[in-house]
């Protein structure tokens, strides 16, 4: 059994900061303004600047998207698909056989981040683990198709999700996803991601990701601006 230290993330495409022309453009069509020439990269930020100072998160936003694969349990996956304006594609388990060579003929589980590692509590959650894995394998072993014997799966169970959406949407996502108030595990993925989507586009997700990592430090002790 291989147990991975936590949920990951990897960008697979952004749109580029050129972009920035692009969520202008939709915004000037209904403004019907212009960018002074030769002013034009630095007064279409500022044009977005203020959009996003006047309201919420405004719609031109919507015109750019962010790819992202994560790698998380089951339970984080089944959470991050409530997102309605998203596309996603996810590993299987029902066609997915962890008995396989290519799967090193085990099952990957991602540990809890409130589970520490040398505690009672991580010796009890990994034998359970060891224990469906077993349990797994028995009935694959026993006739059972792999869209059976997954039934006995932790829900820790390592899954792979590809998740593509505007960053209107991201913003959403990251707002409701990185909250005190959201699942630690959640927590801990999409503050990576918004770690590294932040250094993109600092004018819309930087003020979020300050606030929030503070909040992520005295709760787990952990700074992404130090990691």
Same mark, same amino acid.
């Given at each position: 059994m291989i147990i991975l230290d936590g949920p990951s993330h990897d960008i697979l495409h952004v749109s580029p900061v050129s972009d920035t022309w692009l969520m202008s453009e939709a915004a000037r069509v209904c403004y019907k303004s212009s960018p002074r020439k030769g002013h034009e990269? !630095?007064? $279409?930020?500022?044009?977005?600047? %203020?959009?996003?100072?006047?309201?919420?998160?405004p719609t031109p936003f919507e015109h750019s998207m962010l790819s992202v694969r994560f790698v998380c349990d089951r339970g984080v996956s089944h959470e991050?698909? %409530?997102? /309605?304006?998203?596309? +996603?594609?996810? !590993?299987? @388990? %029902?066609?997915?056989?962890?008995? &396989?060579?290519?799967?090193?003929? !085990?099952? @990957? *589980? *991602?540990?809890?981040?409130?589970?520490?590692t040398n505690s009672i509590a991580y010796d009890i959650w990994k034998t359970q683990c060891e224990q469906a894995e077993q349990a797994y394998f028995d009935l694959l072993d026993a006739g059972i198709a792999p869209e059976n014997a997954r039934?006995?799966?932790? @829900?820790?169970?390592?899954?792979?999700? #590809?998740?593509? @959406? $505007?960053? /209107?949407?991201?913003?959403?996502? +990251?707002?409701? %996803?990185?909250?005190? &108030?959201a699942h630690p595990d959640m927590r801990l993925m999409m503050m990576g991601l918004l770690f590294d989507i932040q250094m993109c586009f600092p004018y819309l997700f930087e003020e979020l990701y300050h606030e929030r990592n503070k909040e +992520?430090?005295?709760? +787990?002790? #952990?700074?992404?601006? $130090?990691r």
């Amino acid at each position: 059994m291989i147990i991975l230290d936590g949920p990951s993330h990897d960008i697979l495409h952004v749109s580029p900061v050129s972009d920035t022309w692009l969520m202008s453009e939709a915004a000037r069509v209904c403004y019907k303004s212009s960018p002074r020439k030769g002013h034009e990269k !630095e007064d $279409n930020l500022n044009l977005l600047k %203020r959009l996003i100072d006047q309201e919420d998160i405004p719609t031109p936003f919507e015109h750019s998207m962010l790819s992202v694969r994560f790698v998380c349990d089951r339970g984080v996956s089944h959470e991050l698909v %409530r997102h /309605r304006l998203a596309s +996603f594609n996810q !590993e299987s @388990t %029902r066609y997915c056989n962890y008995s &396989k060579g290519k799967f090193g003929s !085990e099952i @990957t *589980v *991602v540990k809890p981040i409130r589970i520490h590692t040398n505690s009672i509590a991580y010796d009890i959650w990994k034998t359970q683990c060891e224990q469906a894995e077993q349990a797994y394998f028995d009935l694959l072993d026993a006739g059972i198709a792999p869209e059976n014997a997954r039934s006995v799966l932790p @829900t820790c169970v390592k899954t792979e999700i #590809i998740m593509s @959406t $505007n960053l /209107r949407e991201w913003y959403h996502v +990251f707002d409701l %996803r990185t909250s005190c &108030k959201a699942h630690p595990d959640m927590r801990l993925m999409m503050m990576g991601l918004l770690f590294d989507i932040q250094m993109c586009f600092p004018y819309l997700f930087e003020e979020l990701y300050h606030e929030r990592n503070k909040e +992520f430090i005295k709760d +787990f002790g #952990i700074d992404f601006d $130090n990691r």
